[in-house]
């Protein structure tokens, strides 16, 4: 967590299960008071190892 308080902003891409979304709660906790943080969410069932490069891209995009 330290070296990514350094950034300026950094994005959380979790799964959007039960331990994703804590692992995001978590992260963002930690982070919020040292950078901006944003969540990218794929959607429910939805995993960034399985979607298409560019429907990764556009979620990204959508959520900066």
């Known amino acids: 967590v330290g070296k990514l308080a350094t950034f300026g902003t950094v994005v959380v891409m979790t799964d959007d299960d039960q331990a994703g979304e804590g692992a995001a709660f978590e992260l963002s906790c930690q982070l919020a008071r040292h950078t901006r943080v944003v969540r990218v969410s794929l ?17 990204c995009t959508a959520s900066i």
Request: a negative charge; hydrophobic letters at 30%; aromatic letters at 0%.
């Open 43 to 59: 959607g429910e069932g939805r995993d960034a190892d399985s979607i298409d490069p560019a429907e990764l891209r556009d979620a």
